[in-house]
Each structure stands twice: as C-alpha cells, then as structure tokens.
C-alpha cells in the first residue's frame, strides 16, 4: 500500500512537471465552451473550435512537419500571416503541394511552380488536364453574358499557338490551317 502511494505521488509530480512544461510553452492553453485556443497572449479565449491567435503581427502561426523534415523554423509546411493578413501557405520542403477534392488530386503545384489542373505532374506554368484522361479546358466568362473555351479535341497531334509581337490591325482573326497558325493568312 506504501509503494502505491510513493507511485501515485510520483506520478502526479510527473505530470505536474509535464503541464507546467507544456503550458510554458504554449505560453497559453485554454479549453472554453469545448474550444481549443493556442497563444502566446495571456487570458486569451478561443473563439472557434480550434483558434489561434499570435499576439504580435507576421510570423509563423502553425508548422505541420515529420521525420524526414526534421524539427527547426525552416522545414515542413508552415501557415504565416504578416501584418497585413496576407496569408501564405508555405511548403518549405522541394516538394509538391497538392489539393485534394474526395481524395483525388485536383490542382498541384510543383516546386519548380509548375501549376497542374488536373494534372500531378505539368511540365507548363499552367497545365490543364492530363493527355488519355482528362481534357484541359479553358474558359474565359464574358463580363456579361457568354463565354469562349479553349479546348483541345479528344485526339490531337501537339503544337503550340504563339501570339504574334505587335499589334495587329482592327479585323484581324488568328486562324489554325493545318500547317501553321496564320493572322489573316499570313504565317506567323
């Protein structure tokens, strides 16, 4: 009976020593109305189920990070807001970062800033869509009413449209023959 209670009075000096630890450093811990609040600003009461709140501007708010991203400032995912509520999402690794919508990627941005629409691997600033599976589609809304797609056909032989330098000329049209892209039948 003695040896239980040396335990239990070491274990409840450990777990002291353990919360007076982690509330140094969270600086703040607060559980209110089944919230969850983190800070570093006393007396501060979270406002949302999960809320937190830095009581100085900019900086990094929360760090997401593993074992192959090692535990300092500059490794991992981290969510800033400067002091003028910009946020940035900000992957510090050379990696990926991907969207999901019901568990498939629908837009991926690649280290080298390669933008994919449905597409996990593009090789453009932006790409939409990926060749045999999904057709990348563009489609640019009238300010009114209306709109134009951009869309190649299911099968296509790959080529590039460039716009020409200059200004061209009231009336003039690009238009696709089968050699070349032409701006009222001149090839560019």
């Given at each position: 009976m003695e040896t239980r209670k040396v335990l239990s009075a070491q274990l409840l000096i450990k777990l002291f020593?353990?919360?007076?630890?982690?509330?140094?450093?969270?600086?703040?811990?607060?559980?209110?109305?089944?919230?969850?609040?983190?800070?570093?600003?006393?007396g501060f009461n979270p406002q949302v189920l999960f809320h937190i709140y830095k009581s100085?501007?900019?900086?990094?708010?929360?760090?997401l990070a593993n074992l192959t991203s090692t535990p300092n400032a500059n490794r991992g995912l981290t969510f800033d807001v400067d002091g003028s509520f910009n946020l940035k999402i900000n992957n510090r690794e050379n990696a990926s970062l991907s969207f999901y919508t019901n568990n498939q990627p629908m837009i991926t941005i690649l280290s080298n800033g390669n933008v994919g629409i449905g597409n996990t691997s593009p090789t453009a600033l932006l790409d939409l869509g990926t060749a045999g599976t999904t057709a990348g589609a563009l489609r640019i809304e009238g300010a009114t009413s209306g709109y134009v797609t951009l869309q190649?056909?299911?099968?296509?032989?790959?080529?590039?449209?460039?716009?020409?330098?200059?200004?061209?000329?009231?009336?003039q049209v690009l238009q696709l023959t089968a050699v070349a892209v032409a701006l009222n039948g001149q090839l560019l």
């Open positions: 020593v353990l919360a007076l630890t982690f509330s140094f450093q969270l600086s703040t811990f607060n559980c209110y109305s089944q919230s969850v609040g983190v800070s570093d600003a006393v100085t501007a900019g900086g990094t708010l929360m760090q190649a056909p299911a099968s296509v032989t790959s080529y590039a449209l460039t716009l020409p330098g200059a200004v061209g000329a009231t009336g």
